[in-house]
């Protein structure tokens, strides 16, 4: 069986990204620092947006809008608002940061995150982790997040729980970078079988295929053409497409992360049904 993703990372996803147009993404920051000076809690914050943007994957760029006045945790505004709430803390208390993420389908359309000023102390140099949190390494983590990866079991990950606050989690590490790459290929680089989010992100002639719960990019073939060791040629959508042999699933529901764009609606459901028809007459 030819595994989609290498078993070996430790990253995962959430259920939504954004569209390769939404870059550049803008954020604001909502007025109130706690005991923190607010030009180095605000340049903290930008750092963290700037590692993921440093990467070179895709086309991930990030530019900061100002304060945000009227901002309120919770409600959707239309902006990405960064929040320091050091009066309340709606959120399970042991939390030291949390993203707030509104999406349509599989397409994050706002996202916000929260740092936990109420029930940790926070600071911005020399932090004294973990009696004191840095800022700048959870809004790493939490920016992270806002891309849609979730949480890793990589011990040196930014995005590993126990690392939030951590003033190492401030730098990247390589499974972090696996994800983002993953999540938000440079266009146009990616070959059979490696992970996609829409057409735009394979090589010339390739599609991104939805498959059961994978999504892929997939050359198209010939019928009975060899696609190599691991792939099939399948018809699905009117076409006839590399597929992989097994899949994980033969559910044709939307799972994490699945695109539900038009490009790819009907290659969806022919695909899925051509498996399950087939795993049931095994």
Not at 58 to 83: C, L, P, R, S
Not at 179 to 188: D, E, I
Not at 232 to 255: D, P, R
Request: hydrophobic share 35%.
């Amino acid at each position: 069986m030819l595994l989609l993703l290498p078993s070996a990372l430790a990253w995962t996803t959430g259920a939504s990204t954004w569209s390769p147009e939404d870059f550049p993404v803008p954020y604001w920051i909502a007025p109130g620092f706690g005991e923190l000076e607010e030009a180095a809690a605000v340049g903290a914050i930008q750092a963290g947006f700037d590692t993921w943007a440093s990467e070179g994957c895709g086309n991930i760029e990030f530019t900061y809008q100002g304060i945000a006045e009227d901002a309120v945790w919770g409600e959707k505004d239309g902006k990405n608002v960064v929040f320091f709430l050091s009066d309340s803390w709606p959120e399970e208390a042991s939390l030291v940061s949390s993203p707030m993420l509104y999406s349509e389908g599989s397409h994050t359309v706002e996202a916000d995150f929260a740092l936990n000023g109420l029930n940790y102390a926070w600071g911005t140099n020399n932090v004294r982790w973990p009696s004191e949190m840095d800022v700048q390494a959870s809004s790493t983590h939490e920016v992270g997040h806002l891309l849609g990866l979730w949480h890793s079991t990589d011990a040196e990950a930014t995005l590993n729980p126990a690392l939030d606050g951590s003033p190492e989690a401030r730098d990247l590490a390589a499974d972090d970078r696996e994800g983002l790459c993953s999540l938000y290929p440079a266009a146009g680089s990616g070959g059979q079988g490696e992970s996609c989010i829409d057409e735009s992100r394979c090589l010339e002639g390739m599609i991104c295929l939805q498959d059961g719960t994978e999504r892929y990019c997939a050359a198209t073939c010939d019928a009975g053409e060899p696609c190599g060791e691991g792939w099939t040629c399948l018809e699905a959508g009117g076409q006839q497409v590399c597929a992989a042999e097994e899949t994980k699933s033969c559910g044709c529901s939307s799972g994490p992360g699945a695109h539900s764009g038009p490009v790819l609606a009907g290659l969806v459901v022919l695909l899925c049904l051509r498996r399950c028809v087939s795993q049931k007459s095994s």
